[in-house]
């Protein structure tokens, strides 16, 4: 069975610096790729960063430049690091996967972890 675990969230100053990791395990198929997504309270999830196998990586327009998204193939894990943390930042980050087995995909997400940004 294929998990993600989220860790990494809490509590930070605005303009502080956290970096959040999900680990992928159980996997039995090629990741296609991995995301972070974000759903601040009463809002809709939304897509924050995506890096593919090959290392392409694509970023929400209101994201870009602060935060960074990279993983490590090998280990099934991908990171966000997010720098100049700001009062909206604040949310429920969740980890995304999708695994492909050729044509077919699979999406995987994870329970979640809580960033909180204070003034």
């Known amino acids: 069975q294929v998990q993600l675990v989220e860790s990494g969230g809490g509590l930070v100053q605005a303009g502080g610096s956290l970096r959040l990791s999900c680990a992928a395990s159980?996997?039995?198929?090629?990741?296609?790729?991995m995301a972070w997504y974000r759903q601040p309270p009463g809002k809709p999830r939304d897509l924050v960063a995506r890096?593919?196998?090959?290392?392409?990586?694509t970023y929400a327009d209101s994201m870009q430049g602060r935060f960074t998204i990279s993983s490590d193939n090998a280990k099934n894990t991908v990171y966000l690091q997010m720098n100049s943390l700001k009062p909206e930042d604040p949310a429920v980050y969740y980890c995304?996967?999708?695994?492909?087995?050729?044509?077919?995909?699979?999406?995987?997400w994870g329970q979640g972890t809580q960033v909180t940004v204070s003034s």
């Open positions: 159980g996997t039995r198929f090629s990741i296609a790729s």
């Open positions: 995304h996967a999708r695994e492909g087995l050729g044509l077919v995909k699979f999406d995987i």
């Open positions: 890096i593919t196998s090959g290392g392409s990586t």
